[in-house]
C-alpha cells in the first residue's frame, strides 16, 4: 500500500509560473523525500528533508514539512518546459530500518509554452 | 561515476515463464532496493539487498526473489509470470543502509508479459 497522497494528480501550468504540489502521509518518518520521473523513466531525486527540518531549498525548489499535520509540498518556482515531468514524494519511516522508501501516487506536471 | 545501471531496459515473456532482471549500483555504493512501478499500484518496494543480505521485503509472492553478489551487483528473479507483472522494474543504490541517505535509481527495466 501507498503511504502518501499527492495532491494535485495533474497540473497544467505556462512556462514561468510557479507550481506547487502537496503529499500528505500517514505514519511518523525519518525523512521525506521528492523525485521526478521523465516519461516512465528512472526516478531523479530532487531533494532530501529530515523529520526536524521545515524546510529546505535547491535552486528553483523549495520544499516544506509540516510533521504535525503529516504532509510536505513541492513549489518549482520560475516553471520551464522541461520540468514538465511525474513528481512523486516518498517517505522513510521510523520503523522500517534500512533504505526503504514508500511513494506517494505522484503529480502530473505539464508546463506549456 | 558511472550511474546505476540495469539490464535488460526491454524485456517481453510469456505467462508462465521466469525472469531475470540485473543491476548494477553506483561504483562504492553497497545497498541496492528493487521497486515495481505499474500504473495502478504504482511504486512499491519489493526487497534491499545490503552485503549479500535481505534487510528488508515488500508485500509481494514468494515467486519475487532478489539475491546480491559481492560486488554489490544484484539480480531479481520472477517466476511463472503473471500478466500482472507487467511493470517497469527500477533499481535503486545508495552507499550503506544508513537512514536519511539519497537512493539512486536506474533507468528500469521495462517488463510486458503476454
Known amino acids: 500500500s501507498q503511504q502518501g497522497e499527492e495532491d494535485p494528480q495533474a497540473l497544467s501550468i505556462q512556462e514561468g509560473e510557479n507550481a506547487t504540489m502537496n503529499c500528505s502521509y500517514k505514519?511518523?518518518?525519518?525523512?521525506l523525500q521528492w523525485y521526478r520521473q521523465n516519461s516512465g523513466r528512472g526516478l531523479v531525486h530532487l531533494i532530501l528533508?529530515?523529520?526536524?527540518?521545515r524546510e529546505k531549498h535547491s535552486g528553483r525548489l523549495r520544499v516544506t514539512l509540516d510533521t504535525s499535520k503529516k504532509s510536505s509540498s513541492l513549489l518549482i518556482t520560475a516553471s520551464r518546459a522541461a520540468d514538465t515531468a511525474s513528481y512523486f514524494c516518498?517517505?522513510?519511516?521510523?520503523?522500517?530500518?534500512?533504505?526503504?522508501?514508500?511513494f506517494g501516487t505522484g503529480t502530473q506536471l505539464k508546463v506549456e509554452l | 561515476k558511472a550511474g546505476v545501471t540495469q539490464t535488460p531496459r526491454y524485456l517481453i515473456k510469456t505467462r508462465g515463464q521466469q525472469v531475470t532482471l540485473s543491476c548494477s549500483p553506483i561504483?562504492?555504493?553497497?545497498?541496492v532496493s528493487w521497486y515495481q512501478q505499474t500504473p495502478g499500484q504504482g511504486l512499491q518496494f519489493l526487497f534491499e539487498y545490503f552485503s549479500e543480505t535481505q534487510r528488508n521485503k515488500g508485500n509481494f509472492p514468494g515467486r519475487f526473489s532478489g539475491r546480491q553478489f559481492s560486488n554489490s551487483r544484484s539480480e531479481m528473479n520472477v517466476s511463472t509470470l503473471e500478466l500482472g507483472d507487467s511493470a517497469l522494474y527500477l533499481c535503486a543504490s545508495s552507499p550503506s543502509r544508513n537512514h536519511q541517505e539519497t537512493q539512486y535509481f536506474g533507468p528500469g527495466t521495462r517488463l510486458l508479459v503476454l
Open positions: 528533508i529530515r523529520s526536524n527540518e
Open positions: 561504483s562504492g555504493h553497497r545497498s
Open positions: 516518498a517517505t522513510e519511516i521510523l520503523t522500517g530500518g534500512g533504505n526503504k522508501l514508500t
Open positions: 505514519t511518523s518518518i525519518n525523512n
